[in-house]
């Protein structure tokens, strides 16, 4: 254990934030199971009572408050983050200004505080960075249908402040992980002690269906939300058309993938971004899944003109083969394996067990 400089001792943790979303919950439950390192999570709401209790310490903290994070970082060991904090896409387009203050300002913050903690410990602080398909954008739809599936690199200009935020993070963590401060005079003298302080890596997220939670704020949210209603035997009138098409992943194989990046050598990494994701079905096709296991569902299609318009300039399909050939990523289940093996069985358990 290190001393701090009041000459305390300092608990090594793990940090997160934003740890009260989806990934947080599927993050939280996995560290826990494989009794991993202490968790200290943060979230603007008290984190519900069962990952509260897998945490060493929780926090009601916004990242947007970087004098709150130092007081909570200055009790902790940290070398490892998981930045999840944010405002996803279709809350973001109601108030962007907002969003873009949690999303990129509360990065910066993250990325700073690595940074500092970085030069500090003399070895990178890694930040694990979960940026999004949004971080892509189509110019239309015909443009979507006719590239398929989409690397990296390739038709970035996000239509949403979400996606427009993501994509900035992603090479902001670039910035902090290779050029940061490069000019200055702790730079340019002999020993470069800001090269390489922060080890920053990203995934780019599909759509995320879990069985346990449902999301709130998205707009790949269709998916889930159908599951879900059809489950508790709820209507649903989906937001998109039948022929929608986006790339999707359940949260487990999310969660694994996330820990997996977070935890392969450094040399082997040859990108800062990864995309990854499982399976790529219509609203229409899963659909008819959902009516496949809940005969009685009750779906709809009834676009939003203006959602639709957001999840059209995705791209339906994510070459994932570099996060395959550089770090192992394999998706473990295709979408009717999904529903089988993991959807089904955990979401009927949930809604019997509330009823
Ligand atoms: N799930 C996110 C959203 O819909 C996309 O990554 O905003």
Sequence with gaps: MEQSA????????????????????????????????????????????????????????????????????SMYQVKEMFHLAAVLSTRAEFAPEIAHQVNVNGTVNILQIAAEQGRMYGEPVKVVFPSS??????????????????????????????????????????????????????????????????????VRY???????TVPTGGTSDFVPEMIHAAARGEKYKCFVREDTRIPFMTMPEAIDATLQLAAAPREELTQIVYNIS?????????????????????????????RQAIVDSWPEALDCS?????????????????????????ITKQYESKA
Excluded at 280 to 301: D, H, M, R, T
Aim: charged residues 30%; glycine residues 8%.
């Design 6 to 73: 009041l000459g305390e001792r300092r608990q090594p943790a793990v940090f997160i934030t934003g740890a009260g979303g989806e990934v947080g919950h599927g993050l939280i439950s996995s560290f826990s199971d494989e009794r991993r390192p202490d968790i200290v999570a943060t979230d603007l709401r008290e984190l519900d009572h069962k990952s509260r209790e897998k945490c060493a310490a929780t926090y009601l903290a916004d990242v947007c408050d970087r004098d709150a994070l130092d007081r909570i970082l």
């Design 133 to 202: 398909i949004a971080a892509y954008g189509f110019g239309s739809l015909a443009q979507k249908k006719e590239v398929g599936s989409v690397t990296e690199y390739e038709h970035c200009k996000p239509s949403t402040m979400y996606g427009c935020n993501k994509l900035y993070c992603e090479h902001l963590g670039r910035y902090y992980a290779h050029s940061y401060r490069q000019l200055a005079t702790d730079s340019v003298q002999g020993e470069d002690k800001n090269r390489g302080v922060v080890d920053f890596r990203c």
């Design 206 to 212: 599909p759509g995320l269906i879990s069985a346990e």
């Design 278 to 306: 499982s399976f790529s079905p219509s609203a229409g096709e899963v659909a008819e899944l959902v009516k496949q296991y809940f005969p009685k569902a009750n779906i709809s299609f009834e676009p939003d003109e203006r």
């Design 322 to 346: 570099v996060a395959t050939n550089d770090w192992g990523f394999a998706p473990k289940y295709t979408l009717e394996q999904a529903f089988e093996e993991y959807l089904i069985p955990r």
